[in-house]
């Protein structure tokens, strides 16, 4: 039994010991309260950036383009509703992230793209063309 003191007399809460912590938590397993893991790669032609979000659909992301500052975000609501001949249980889940990156000016503003697919959102960043790696070349000596 959980005891809390208040005015010199313990007393057990009520919420504790009837639902125990956790009752209000989400057991649901598309939804977490961590952020989603992101990796941020480049080669000679782009950056690509990677969001793991399994359980979304592309619906739920936003992405902004402000100036330079890439803004990525998601917003969920999800309502479950168990009905028994006994009770009814209803079930409320909002689940967000934001997440801003700030661009290099030697991208193509106008031509970047993203796709969700497996969990996994992918957005790429071309780079400019005066920004992309040249191949080496051998300088002849005169």
């Given at each position: 039994?959980t005891?809390i003191?208040?005015s010199?007399?313990l007393?057990?809460?009520?919420?504790?010991d009837f639902f125990?912590?956790d009752?209000?938590l989400?057991?649901?397993?598309?939804?977490?309260n961590?952020m989603p893991a992101?990796?941020i790669a480049e080669?000679?032609?782009?950056y690509e950036?990677?969001m793991?979000?399994?359980?979304?659909?592309?619906?739920?992301?936003?992405?902004?383009?402000?100036?330079?500052?890439?803004t990525?975000?998601?917003?969920?609501?999800n309502?479950?509703?168990?009905k028994d001949?006994?009770y009814?249980?209803?079930?409320?889940?909002h689940?967000?992230?934001?997440?801003?990156?700030?661009l290099?000016?030697?991208?193509?503003?106008?031509?970047i793209?993203a796709?969700?697919s497996?969990?996994?959102l992918?957005v790429?960043?071309?780079?400019?063309?005066?920004?992309?790696?040249?191949p080496s070349?051998?300088?002849s000596?005169?």
């Amino acid at each position: 039994m959980t005891l809390i003191k208040t005015s010199n007399e313990l007393i057990p809460t009520f919420f504790d010991d009837f639902f125990g912590r956790d009752w209000f938590l989400n057991n649901n397993e598309n939804f977490s309260n961590s952020m989603p893991a992101v990796n941020i790669a480049e080669n000679s032609d782009q950056y690509e950036v990677e969001m793991a979000a399994p359980g979304l659909n592309k619906k739920d992301f936003k992405i902004e383009l402000d100036n330079q500052l890439l803004t990525i975000s998601y917003h969920v609501n999800n309502e479950v509703e168990n009905k028994d001949a006994n009770y009814t249980k209803r079930e409320f889940y909002h689940n967000s992230f934001k997440r801003s990156f700030t661009l290099p000016e030697t991208v193509e503003r106008d031509k970047i793209q993203a796709n969700y697919s497996n969990g996994i959102l992918k957005v790429f960043i071309p780079k400019k063309e005066a920004a992309k790696q040249k191949p080496s070349s051998l300088i002849s000596i005169k």
